[in-house]
């Protein structure tokens, strides 16, 4: 019963393509996050949104975009990508409501990026 | 900001054995929660067990327990009667909670992670 669903589990793209990254949710959460996870710098925030057409930057912004137009869905969106994000992209979702702090994050299971 | 540390990059325990995971972190918050998550190799990340603050008692989840010493900032994972299973990247992370009128989000910041090999 997958709940957060990140449409390819591998990716390999080229220097300088627009590269769109996509995450579906059946929960009906408001809050939809990505990650980037490196080895040695664990998991570090990109964006989030918190409502539909709301979004905030997260720690590490720069390079990148996102998209919510629906509830369900959040883009992560690489206008022009660089070998250095080469990573594993991995998106989660929260519930407003329910309290993350009793049942965390959903997560995906990751996309893993390779720009060459 | 709050920062998240976890010093041990790798970490051995035999199977039956029990093995203790530090992390420490860096807030001025009062009110937060910890969370333990385990990512084993099918990238699936897993909410291990979690911590309220203003809690003195310790968290348990059947093998999985917590040391919380707030005044230290220190959340470390004692996993009793290792299994092959526990093997995992092990992630500690913290989360100051968001008001529900905000209009923002609770977030988790996580620490670099411990990986954990369990052996026969």
């Known amino acids: 019963d997958v709940k957060v669903t990140q449409s390819s589990r591998y990716l390999v793209k080229r220097t300088g393509e627009k590269v769109f990254l996509e995450c579906v949710q059946d929960?009906?959460?408001?809050?939809m996050f990505w990650y980037r996870q490196d080895p040695g710098l664990g998991l570090r925030l990109i964006y989030f949104?918190?409502?539909?057409?709301?979004?905030e930057k997260g720690d590490i912004p720069e390079g990148y975009s996102v998209s919510r137009e629906k509830k369900e869905r959040f883009s992560l969106i690489l206008e022009s990508a660089s070998t250095n994000q080469t990573s594993m992209y991995l998106c989660?979702?929260?519930?407003?409501?329910?309290?993350?702090?009793?049942?965390?994050?959903?997560f995906g299971s990751g996309t893993r990026l390779t720009v060459v | 900001a709050q920062t998240v540390t976890q010093s041990q990059p790798e970490m051995s325990v035999q199977e039956a054995e029990t093995v203790t995971l530090s992390c420490t972190y860096d807030?001025?918050?009062?009110?937060?929660?910890l969370f333990w998550y385990k990512q084993p190799p099918s990238r699936q990340m897993i909410l291990v067990i979690r911590?309220?603050?203003?809690?003195?008692q310790n968290a348990t989840e059947n093998r999985f327990s917590v040391n919380f010493q707030k005044a230290a900032k220190s959340f470390s994972l004692k996993i009793s009667d290792s299994q092959l299973g526990d093997t995992a990247m092990y992630f500690c992370?913290?989360?100051?909670?968001?008001?529900?009128?905000?209009?923002?989000?609770?977030?988790?910041?996580f620490g670099t992670g411990t990986r954990l090999q369990v052996t026969l």
């Open positions: 989660a979702s929260s519930s407003r409501d329910k309290a993350p702090v009793n049942y965390g994050y959903t």
């Open positions: 929960m009906d959460h408001e809050n």
């Open positions: 949104s918190y409502d539909v057409k709301m979004k």
């Open positions: 807030t001025s918050e009062n009110n937060y929660y």
């Open positions: 911590q309220e603050a203003y809690k003195q």
């Open positions: 992370a913290f989360m100051k909670p968001a008001g529900l009128n905000t209009g923002t989000a609770s977030k988790l910041t």
